[in-house]
């Protein structure tokens, strides 16, 4: 019991902030993290001994996250005593927020399959062996799903650049070079 709790709880910080992105709930991530802490002490005698534990908690994470989102296609529902007023009252005048929204966005874009594998490998860093165990494909489509990936979110977010930039004048992000 002790081994699994040496190995499990540095682990709740990463798999609340990949709970997080999937759902876009906070409290149903909370939920899914639950569920799947529960699922792992339940099951910890399954897990090979030889086994990485982080990709084997990492799996039943996603897993069960997909089962969420298969069952429920309707699309986020926030309820009405949930939503923050100030947010919908008026947009955010932060540049570092109206990026961070667009990045969401850009994100919400991509096919759940690039998504995930993007999230595994570029923010919870797991490497492509590591997430392919997770999703259980092969290493290659790993790294096809995460060049695709890469390159639709650089699309999309200087897309968003482009859209936001003045029509006459120098843009923010080019400097001159002389």
């Not at 001994?49 to 997909?66: E, K, P, Q």
């Not at 923010?123 to 590591?130: G, K, N, R, T, W």
């Not at 060049?147 to 001159?176: F, H, Q």
């Amino acid at each position: 019991m002790k081994d699994m709790m040496l190995l499990v709880e540095p682990l709740i910080p990463a798999l609340r902030r990949y709970a997080r992105v999937l759902l876009r709930d906070r409290a149903g991530a909370d939920d899914l993290v639950q569920d799947c802490l529960e699922r792992v002490v339940a099951r910890w005698h399954q897990r090979r001994a030889d086994g990485d534990a982080r990709t084997w908690v990492f799996s039943i994470l996603h897993n069960l996250a997909m089962t969420r989102l298969s069952r429920s296609r309707r699309g986020w529902h926030v309820a009405l005593e949930d939503a923050d007023e100030a947010a919908t009252a008026a947009p955010p005048t932060q540049e570092h927020g109206v990026m961070h929204k667009d990045l969401m966005r850009a994100l919400d874009t991509l096919p759940e399959e690039q998504r995930s594998v993007l999230l595994l490998v570029s923010v919870e860093d797991l490497s492509y062996a590591e997430a392919a165990r997770v999703l259980n494909i092969p290493i290659g489509t790993v790294m096809s799903r995460l060049s695709r990936a890469r390159e639709k979110l650089l699309r999309a977010t200087e897309a968003a650049m482009e859209e936001k930039a003045p029509a006459t004048g120098p843009r923010p992000w080019l400097r001159r070079v002389k």
